[in-house]
């Protein structure tokens, strides 16, 4: 009998933590969408890059997978189905690109190295074509590497 109320106790503690977390987390979203005047829900999306490498050497490639968030709400967006990966200079230069497909937000991209890069470091770019609407300041940047050892 002893071990049915122990039972019966834990049940309900779960079932109350349960429908705490649920309700908080209902909440959230619901007072975003609340906050907002209708029609003026902006959907941000952004793209996380993750590398395999920092460090680089010319004529090697970039094996690099992404994933797409909405900003707002932390979940993943399946929005764009098209990426644009490019590799920029300091000064900003593309020096290689591809375009990568994505599947329920999430892709995965290769993208070659020149051979003829100087030794520097190099930004990995990445943006949907609904990302240009708000600029640069908003697409994935991750900084890498490359070494030139000749």
Same mark, same amino acid.
């Given at each position: 009998m002893i071990i049915s109320y122990r039972f019966l106790f834990l049940l309900l503690i779960n079932l109350s933590i349960a429908s705490v977390v649920s309700g908080q987390q209902s909440a959230t979203i619901n007072n975003i969408t609340k906050n907002k005047a209708p029609g003026n829900f902006v959907f941000n999306e952004a793209i996380v890059i993750i590398t395999d490498s920092k460090l680089y050497i010319p004529g090697e490639t970039i094996y690099c997978s992404f994933f797409s968030i909405e900003r707002e709400l932390s979940i993943i967006s399946s929005l764009s189905s098209v990426v644009y990966v490019e590799l920029l200079s300091q000064n900003k230069e593309i020096v290689a690109q591809v375009k990568a497909s994505m599947h329920q937000g999430i892709g995965e991209a290769r &993208?070659? &190295?020149?051979? =003829?890069? =100087? %030794? =520097?470091?190099?930004?990995?770019?990445?943006? %949907?074509?609904?990302?240009k609407n708000f600029g640069p300041d908003f697409f994935g940047v991750k900084r890498l590497a490359v070494v030139n050892p000749f």
């Open positions: &993208i070659r &190295i020149p051979g =003829d890069l =100087d %030794s =520097d470091y190099y930004y990995l770019r990445a943006y %949907s074509n609904y990302m």
